[in-house]
């Protein structure tokens, strides 16, 4: 399996950016759609962000306007620019294909919590 790492997570005010970063082992972001998926505590993981092969993005409407997904191919690494954060983002946010696939494993994600 591929390895994926998410980072940049961490507790930020109401109002306030974070981005979040996917690092990917090897070379195979560019075959794949990508998504930033996240999940809250007692909730399904649901994809809130992704970016295709041909940099096109869609976003869920509960960030859309706020959330920017971006792709370095020559890096390997999916981000996910994160402001004017709202209480309800507060998850564990990961990374993978757009649709999730066997192939890659799910990270560990990366906490963020935004709190007052």
């Known amino acids: 399996q591929v390895q994926v790492v998410e980072s940049g997570g961490g507790l930020v005010q109401p109002g306030g950016s974070l981005r979040l970063s996917c690092a990917a082992s090897?070379?195979?972001?560019?075959?794949?759609?990508m998504g930033w998926y996240r999940q809250a505590p007692g909730k399904q993981r649901d994809l809130v962000a992704s970016?295709?092969?041909?940099?096109?993005?869609n976003y869920a409407d509960s960030v859309k306007g706020r959330f920017t997904i971006s792709r370095d191919n020559a890096k390997s690494t999916v981000y996910l620019q994160m402001n004017s954060l709202k209480p309800e983002d507060t998850a564990v946010y990961y990374c993978?294909?757009?649709?999730?696939?066997?192939?890659?494993?799910w990270g560990q994600g990366t906490q963020v919590t935004v709190s007052s």
């Open positions: 970016i295709n092969r041909n940099d096109g993005t």
């Open positions: 993978n294909a757009v649709p999730p696939r066997p192939t890659i494993a």
């Open positions: 090897g070379s195979f972001l560019s075959l794949y759609a």
